[in-house]
């Protein structure tokens, strides 16, 4: 199982990027998808979870600004990131976590938003 990230880059504070994940490979079905990130210095902290079930859940720090969603048939999970703030920059790494109950990371992508 292989995690591939994408849309990451560097912004004005005050603009937006669309961060992506596609799971490749072989897989039972895929229970939660989330985005984490880990600033420099710092440990890696949690910034939007879906369980699939119809529940998603935010850092109190992203909330009305990132929106988490996902495309189950393209085995897909986005972050939308609006109104990004200097404090925002990490790398952002998406998880998945499968039926069977393994978890699954990606490689990681930088967003650095410039004050």
């Known amino acids: 199982v292989q995690l591939v990230e994408s849309g990451g880059g560097v912004v004005q504070a005050g603009g937006s990027l669309r961060l992506a994940c596609v799971v490749c490979?072989?897989?039972?079905?895929?229970?939660?998808m989330g985005w984490y990130r880990q600033a420099p210095g710092k440990q890696r902290e949690l910034v939007a979870t879906?369980?699939?079930?119809?529940?998603?859940n935010y850092a109190d720090s992203v909330k009305g600004r990132f929106t988490i969603s996902r495309d189950n048939a393209k085995n897909t999970v986005y972050l939308q990131m609006n109104s990004l703030k200097p404090e925002d920059t990490a790398v952002y790494y998406c998880?998945?976590?499968?039926?069977?109950?393994?978890?699954?990371w990606g490689q990681g992508t930088q967003v650095t938003v410039s004050s």
């Open positions: 998880r998945v976590i499968t039926r069977q109950g393994y978890s699954y």
């Open positions: 879906d369980n699939g079930a119809g529940s998603t």
């Open positions: 490979g072989r897989f039972s079905s895929i229970n939660g």
